[in-house]
């Protein structure tokens, strides 16, 4: 593998600390990468820039990020190829976790692919085109809208995957977009080791459970971390920004490491530079009198506040 080696590798502080994903020895950095964005527009078809994707690959694992966070539906194929192109044979202690429960026709729209049929061809398809013999975490994202959950059983979803991790294909298992019912369900087929939902400083639907989960040990791991597809957009945040000399997007990352422990961050870029700035933010520091002010944001919004 080749990597920039004008990169030094950031200290494990530098790099928001460590959490180990429970029963797992699978222990991360908690400024993780998030290879969405590595695809074309709109998550599919391949990037404009092939080489650029590459690099931002192994600039993260050259600084230390030893958490990626994929899906084979990006692109499809696309992304998981890439990574593949840029980092196999994966370094040790690179921990690659990937997602189910969509896929992506031609017309690139988004289809939920939920059956046992369609879980069990999504395994193989990561694992041809990651290059492995088996995943180390695969979460089932639950059906409902891009942004939030709906109530209905998962438990055929979570058999399936429990019964590919009996056949030695899938290490351990996650959900995506569940709600507190349905991450409870999955518990009781299988060992549940994250979540991956929506929540940021504004949306913040999700502080109960993030709260339970802290307390379980289990790895909360926000999708659009900094608003997705409408990034966050607020005078106190930019306000807050400013007086710290970071970016609005730094301090919202940071206050996420600061919220709790289980949390890990996955934030995507397709640029080097902007892959930097975003690790940046472990290593800003917020005084209990900034976080009460970041506290506000979710108030003034309407959304949930811890």
């Given at each position: 593998?080749?990597?920039?080696?004008?990169?030094?590798?950031?200290?494990?502080?530098?790099?928001?600390?460590?959490f180990?994903?429970?029963?797992?020895?699978?222990?991360?950095?908690?400024?993780?990468?998030?290879?969405?964005?590595?695809?074309?527009?709109?998550?599919?078809g391949?990037?404009?820039?092939?080489?650029?994707?590459?690099?931002v690959?192994?600039e993260?694992?050259?600084?230390?990020?030893?958490?990626?966070?994929?899906?084979?539906?990006y692109?499809?194929?696309?992304?998981?190829?890439?990574?593949?192109?840029?980092?196999?044979?994966?370094?040790?202690?690179?921990?690659?976790?990937?997602?189910?429960?969509a896929?992506?026709p031609?017309?690139?729209?988004?289809?939920?692919?939920?059956?046992?049929?369609?879980?069990?061809?999504?395994?193989?398809?990561?694992l041809?085109?990651?290059?492995?013999?088996?995943?180390?975490?695969?979460?089932?994202?639950?059906?409902?809208?891009?942004?939030?959950?709906?109530?209905?059983?998962?438990?055929?979803?979570?058999?399936?995957?429990?019964?590919?991790?009996?056949?030695?294909?899938?290490?351990?298992?996650?959900?995506?977009?569940?709600?507190?019912?349905?991450f409870?369900?999955a518990?009781?087929?299988?060992?549940?080791?994250c979540?991956?939902?929506?929540?940021?400083?504004?949306?913040?639907?999700?502080?109960?459970?993030?709260?339970?989960?802290?307390?379980?040990?289990?790895?909360?791991?926000?999708?659009?971390?900094l608003?997705?597809?409408?990034?966050?957009?607020?005078?106190?945040?930019?306000?807050?920004?400013?007086?710290?000399?970071?970016?609005?997007?730094?301090?919202?990352?940071?206050?996420?490491?600061?919220?709790?422990?289980?949390?890990?961050?996955?934030?995507?870029?397709?640029?080097?530079?902007?892959?930097?700035?975003?690790?940046?933010?472990?290593?800003?520091?917020?005084?209990?009198?900034?976080?009460?002010?970041?506290?506000?944001?979710?108030?003034?919004?309407?959304?949930?506040?811890?």
């Amino acid at each position: 593998m080749s990597t920039n080696t004008t990169s030094s590798a950031l200290t494990d502080s530098a790099l928001g600390g460590r959490f180990t994903f429970p029963g797992t020895g699978l222990e991360v950095r908690r400024m993780g990468y998030g290879a969405m964005q590595l695809a074309g527009p709109g998550v599919f078809g391949p990037p404009k820039d092939r080489n650029a994707a590459i690099a931002v690959l192994r600039e993260a694992v050259a600084v230390g990020v030893n958490h990626i966070d994929t899906s084979d539906f990006y692109g499809p194929h696309v992304t998981n190829q890439i990574i593949r192109e840029a980092l196999h044979p994966y370094p040790a202690g690179l921990v690659i976790v990937t997602k189910l429960g969509a896929r992506r026709p031609p017309d690139g729209s988004w289809v939920p692919a939920q059956t046992p049929q369609d879980l069990i061809t999504g395994v193989h398809d990561n694992l041809r085109n990651l290059g492995l013999d088996a995943l180390d975490i695969v979460n089932f994202r639950s059906t409902g809208s891009i942004h939030s959950p709906a109530e209905g059983s998962i438990a055929e979803q979570v058999a399936t995957l429990a019964d590919l991790q009996r056949q030695g294909l899938v290490r351990h298992i996650g959900v995506s977009n569940v709600t507190p019912t349905q991450f409870a369900e999955a518990q009781t087929i299988a060992k549940i080791v994250c979540v991956q939902n929506h929540y940021n400083l504004v949306q913040r639907q999700d502080d109960a459970l993030l709260d339970d989960l802290a307390r379980q040990g289990i790895a909360y791991v926000p999708f659009f971390p900094l608003g997705g597809f409408t990034p966050l957009q607020s005078s106190i945040l930019s306000t807050v920004a400013g007086r710290l000399g970071a970016t609005p997007m730094q301090v919202a990352l940071a206050w996420l490491l600061h919220r709790s422990p289980n949390l890990l961050l996955i934030p995507g870029t397709s640029s080097v530079a902007h892959l930097r700035e975003n690790l940046a933010a472990a290593q800003l520091i917020l005084s209990p009198a900034i976080l009460a002010e970041l506290d506000g944001i979710a108030v003034a919004s309407g959304g949930a506040k811890h």
